[in-house]
């Protein structure tokens, strides 16, 4: 890319929670900017207050934090060049559209939503590129006067040039749009509010942005912000490099939408998935560090990127993928970190109040579940077992333990537990192995498993004996002599 002092932009109109494909263009700009030293800017496009509003605004910049993502200059940051909410900076393209209209690059239009419909009815019979046909574009005084007179509040467009628009994008390579597909666009609403062309050209120039990575669907303004720019007076090699990212495919090929509740980064919050294991595999879609990893550090991340190894073909999202990343990131944590992170789902399925004796077993019972588990959502059902006030036996595996194959497996471990006078995970094994393996001659399978059901009321636990260990030898007595009195 350019030999410029880089500085990028994120910049989403957060009319909902962050989604994959939000994430992912933050991230490209993030690790971007790190690479080559260069300012992560990131800017809150909030001038559709219909839709925008301060919970999405706040939750936008509470899930940057959460993955890492931080900026350098943007809200609750500062910076040089603020502010950093587009509903704070109206003055300013209002400034820009009048300039706009003082030098004819802009005109007022009063063509009615009727009136522009018909056009474009009539543009799609005759099979010709719909838009707007120029109507207003030379009004005379009288005809604006008229206008005026029957109350018709007029928006500003654009005027586009005839010929064409030629950028070089560094992911597509150059790119042209023919200008009669690109007609005069408005600039600024009938009640004055700025329409995104105007607002995101005119802010990326002011901010001093140099590169814009952002994704595909946006590729087709270009030509309108190259045409704000040109009225601006600014200069060609002042302008943004554009890097126009791929589309994240779903896995049935149709593009992933904000509207599918499962793409916002919220959800994957909620169910477990730790923030470097989304970044890492969101930087996999459309990108490759040039070898067949699947597992790289934020750092390595920074190390690595750069757009020319962005591909041009669309990426395609796969949920087993993003698992088994985050599994291995869970089974790299240590045990600190893992329980940091487990805690809350922990205390969120009431499964511990957060004492000082709850967190500590809980961090004995940690290094049990974390080869086990692929999402941190799945460790209160594994860790229960340990804090259930009143201890029952799942109902879908009582039957398990009621016949008298396994009655009389539960009794010949009572027995042995009983005696026991050393209480840990190894003599718990050695003792019922040799009573119920060797001396009983019964499978492990057969004999673990009924003793699992009633020592944790499941057939789905952590390893067994350990589990044993840290629950105690009072209460597995107990629970065997309730599983034997059922």
């Given at each position: 890319?350019?030999?410029?002092?880089?500085?990028?932009?994120?910049a989403?109109?957060?009319?909902?929670?962050?989604?994959?494909?939000?994430?992912?263009?933050?991230?490209?700009?993030?690790a971007?900017?790190?690479h080559?030293?260069?300012?992560?800017l990131?800017?809150?496009?909030?001038?559709?207050?219909?839709?925008?509003?301060?919970?999405?605004?706040?939750?936008?910049?509470?899930?940057?934090?959460?993955l890492?993502?931080?900026?350098?200059?943007?809200?609750?940051?500062?910076?040089?060049?603020?502010?950093?909410?587009?509903?704070?900076?109206?003055?300013?393209?209002?400034?820009?559209?009048?300039?706009?209209?003082?030098?004819?690059?802009?005109?007022?239009?009063y063509?009615?939503?009727?009136?522009?419909?018909?056009?474009?009815?009539?543009?799609?019979?005759?099979?010709v590129a719909?838009?707007?046909?120029?109507?207003?574009?030379?009004?005379?005084?009288?005809?604006?006067?008229?206008f005026?007179?029957?109350?018709?509040?007029?928006?500003?467009?654009?005027?586009m040039?005839?010929?064409?628009?030629?950028?070089?994008?560094?992911?597509?390579?150059?790119?042209t749009?023919?200008?009669?597909?690109?007609?005069?666009?408005?600039?600024?609403?009938?009640?004055?509010?700025?329409l995104?062309?105007?607002?995101?050209?005119?802010?990326?120039?002011?901010?001093?942005?140099?590169?814009?990575?952002?994704?595909?669907?946006?590729?087709?303004?270009?030509?309108?912000?190259?045409?704000?720019?040109?009225?601006?007076?600014?200069?060609?090699?002042?302008?943004?490099?554009?890097?126009?990212?791929?589309?994240?495919?779903?896995q049935?090929?149709?593009k992933?939408?904000?509207?599918?509740?499962?793409?916002?980064?919220?959800?994957?919050?909620e169910?477990?998935?730790?923030?470097?294991?989304?970044?890492?595999?969101?930087?996999?879609?459309?990108?490759?560090?040039?070898?067949?990893?699947e597992?790289?550090?934020m750092?390595?991340?920074?190390?690595?990127?750069?757009v020319?190894?962005?591909?041009?073909?669309?990426?395609r999202f796969?949920?087993?993928?993003?698992?088994?990343?985050?599994?291995?990131?869970?089974r790299?944590?240590s045990?600190?970190?893992?329980?940091?992170?487990?805690?809350?789902?922990?205390?969120?399925?009431?499964?511990?109040?957060g004492?000082?004796?709850?967190?500590?077993?809980?961090?004995?019972?940690l290094?049990?579940?974390?080869?086990?588990?692929?999402?941190?959502d799945?460790?209160?059902?594994?860790?229960?077992?340990l804090?259930?006030?009143?201890?029952?036996?799942?109902?879908?595996?009582?039957?398990?333990?009621?016949?008298?194959?396994?009655?009389s497996?539960?009794?010949?471990?009572?027995?042995?537990?009983?005696?026991?006078s050393?209480w840990?995970?190894?003599?718990i094994?050695?003792?019922l192995?040799?009573?119920?393996i060797e001396?009983?001659g019964?499978?492990?399978?057969?004999?673990?498993t009924?003793?699992?059901?009633?020592?944790?009321g499941?057939?789905?636990?952590?390893?067994?004996?350990?589990?044993?260990?840290?629950?105690?030898?009072?209460?597995?007595?107990?629970?065997?002599?309730?599983?034997?009195?059922?």
């Amino acid at each position: 890319m350019s030999a410029k002092k880089v500085k990028v932009r994120f910049a989403p109109s957060p009319t909902g929670d962050l989604h994959v494909g939000n994430i992912r263009t933050a991230l490209f700009d993030w690790a971007y900017a790190r690479h080559t030293g260069g300012t992560f800017l990131f800017r809150i496009e909030d001038t559709d207050t219909t839709r925008v509003t301060d919970e999405y605004i706040n939750a936008a910049i509470d899930t940057l934090k959460w993955l890492g993502l931080q900026w350098d200059e943007g809200p609750e940051v500062g910076g040089p060049n603020g502010p950093y909410l587009q509903s704070q900076r109206l003055d300013i393209y209002a400034q820009w559209a009048q300039k706009f209209l003082d030098q004819k690059d802009a005109y007022y239009c009063y063509c009615s939503p009727d009136e522009l419909e018909a056009v474009r009815e009539e543009q799609r019979k005759a099979n010709v590129a719909p838009g707007y046909n120029g109507h207003c574009r030379e009004l005379t005084a009288d005809q604006i006067a008229a206008f005026k007179a029957q109350g018709r509040e007029g928006v500003v467009r654009m005027r586009m040039p005839e010929g064409s628009t030629t950028f070089v994008d560094e992911i597509r390579g150059e790119v042209t749009f023919d200008h009669k597909f690109v007609p005069d666009f408005v600039l600024v609403r009938a009640d004055g509010s700025p329409l995104y062309t105007l607002a995101v050209a005119v802010d990326d120039i002011l901010m001093g942005v140099t590169h814009v990575l952002r994704g595909e669907d946006l590729l087709s303004s270009t030509p309108r912000q190259i045409r704000v720019y040109q009225a601006m007076g600014v200069a060609l090699e002042d302008y943004p490099v554009f890097a126009h990212l791929p589309f994240v495919m779903g896995q049935d090929n149709a593009k992933l939408s904000k509207r599918n509740g499962e793409v916002s980064i919220a959800w994957y919050r909620e169910q477990g998935y730790l923030p470097e294991a989304i970044c890492n595999y969101l930087a996999l879609l459309g990108w490759s560090p040039g070898d067949d990893r699947e597992n790289i550090s934020m750092k390595e991340l920074t190390e690595l990127f750069t757009v020319e190894k962005v591909h041009s073909s669309p990426a395609r999202f796969d949920m087993k993928k993003l698992e088994a990343i985050n599994g291995d990131k869970i089974r790299a944590l240590s045990v600190e970190d893992f329980a940091q992170w487990t805690i809350p789902f922990l205390k969120k399925a009431a499964i511990i109040e957060g004492t000082d004796a709850e967190i500590a077993l809980v961090k004995q019972a940690l290094p049990l579940i974390q080869e086990r588990i692929v999402k941190l959502d799945e460790a209160p059902q594994l860790l229960k077992l340990l804090f259930v006030k009143e201890f029952a036996i799942d109902s879908e595996v009582v039957s398990k333990v009621n016949d008298e194959g396994a009655k009389s497996i539960l009794k010949r471990a009572q027995s042995e537990l009983e005696e026991l006078s050393t209480w840990n995970h190894e003599s718990i094994e050695a003792a019922l192995r040799a009573s119920l393996i060797e001396e009983m001659g019964l499978k492990p399978r057969i004999a673990f498993t009924a003793l699992r059901i009633a020592t944790t009321g499941s057939t789905i636990s952590p390893p067994l004996f350990e589990s044993m260990e840290l629950l105690g030898k009072q209460a597995c007595l107990a629970r065997i002599s309730l599983a034997l009195s059922l």
